[in-house]
């Protein structure tokens, strides 16, 4: 099953195609498809939805490879690699991304990366939270995220504002910790803008980047649904650190749960920050879902063997 980036790219621009019917028509050929061959095969090909696929000619399929291939240009002058469903070094854990109910396949078939790619060859786990947020709950986010990332775990989150920033400082903080920042948005530009500096620190840290969307793409709230699901996708485990139950975090947290996934919440001491309609997911994610409870344990020592404890529980899965 065969299609270039190229070709990818191409047929994502046309109008009524999407992700779905694109993995489709690669898994209809075993190998490479020549471009000046690529329009007759998409005739031919027998898929799902097809008479729902608004008509296009030859010549626009042409002319979609055309931008296409300046888009890869544009894309290689930016400093951002690429990496396709159908390349040999294709991560493997990008195979494990799924819809939030589990039941469907929601595998990017092509990624964009700055950075380390190799990270997703080693354990992870996503810590993500609110963006609008108090400070005890970014105090605990950055103190688990640094602790996590000193007994080897990379940690994934969404370089939004709030919890995603402290997880990832956390894990900088952390000396030889890794962070792995998925985007809902082409890599071409940093969203939030605020949070430029800290995704330069990121790849500063032998870190990695990642979206499945190109350059040009601004984020939408489809798009960051999407970001979510890989997030929970490459994570061994995933840590909410504070989420209201419609907040952006349910949809990682819910994959997780889905998966079979480790799926922990952050219990914290002063009762009311448990309580707060800002956190009121929390309890949704113990109620239903099967999370388990991150609880402060008094002394450093018995911390750090409760932390330890949880770390081979997490690698182990």
């Not at 396949?105 to 609110?130: E, F």
Request: proline letters at 3%.
């Amino acid at each position: 099953m065969a299609l270039t980036a190229k070709q990818i790219i191409a047929f994502l621009s046309l109008p009524s195609i999407g992700k779905t019917t694109v993995q489709e028509l690669g898994s209809l050929s075993n190998e490479f498809i020549d471009d000046n061959d690529l329009y007759d095969f998409f005739t031919l090909a027998k898929i799902k939805r097809k008479s729902s696929i608004q008509p296009f000619s030859s010549n626009d399929l042409y002319l979609a490879l055309q931008k296409a291939e300046i888009k890869l240009e544009q894309t290689q002058k930016a400093g951002i690699n690429w990496v396709t469903l159908y390349d040999p070094n294709y991560p493997a854990v990008l195979r494990d991304v799924r819809s939030k109910d589990g039941k469907r396949s929601a595998v990017p078939i092509m990624i964009y990366y700055k950075g380390n790619l190799q990270l997703l060859s080693s354990p992870s786990i996503a810590i993500i939270g609110s963006r609008n947020t108090d400070k005890p709950y970014t105090d605990a986010t950055q103190y688990l995220a640094g602790k996590f990332a000193a007994r080897g775990l990379n940690i994934v989150s969404g370089l939004a504002l709030g919890c995603d920033t402290a997880a990832h400082l956390g894990a900088l903080d952390a000396g030889t910790g890794k962070t792995i920042a998925i985007l809902g948005n082409g890599l071409d530009t940093t969203y939030p803008r605020k949070n430029k500096a800290l995704a330069d620190k990121i790849l500063e840290q032998e870190g990695l980047l990642l979206s499945e969307y190109s350059i040009g793409t601004n984020a939408t709230k489809y798009t960051l649904v999407a970001r979510d699901l890989i997030q929970a996708g490459i994570s061994k485990a995933v840590i909410v650190a504070q989420t209201r139950k419609d907040g952006g975090s349910m949809h990682a947290a819910i994959a997780a749960s889905s998966a079979k996934k480790l799926l922990y919440v952050v219990k914290y001491n002063d009762p009311k920050l448990n309580q707060s309609d800002y956190n009121n997911g929390i309890q949704e994610l113990v109620k239903n879902y099967g999370a388990s409870y991150i609880i402060g344990v008094k002394g450093e020592e018995q911390m750090n063997n409760y932390l330890d404890a949880i770390t081979k529980k997490i690698i182990d899965n």
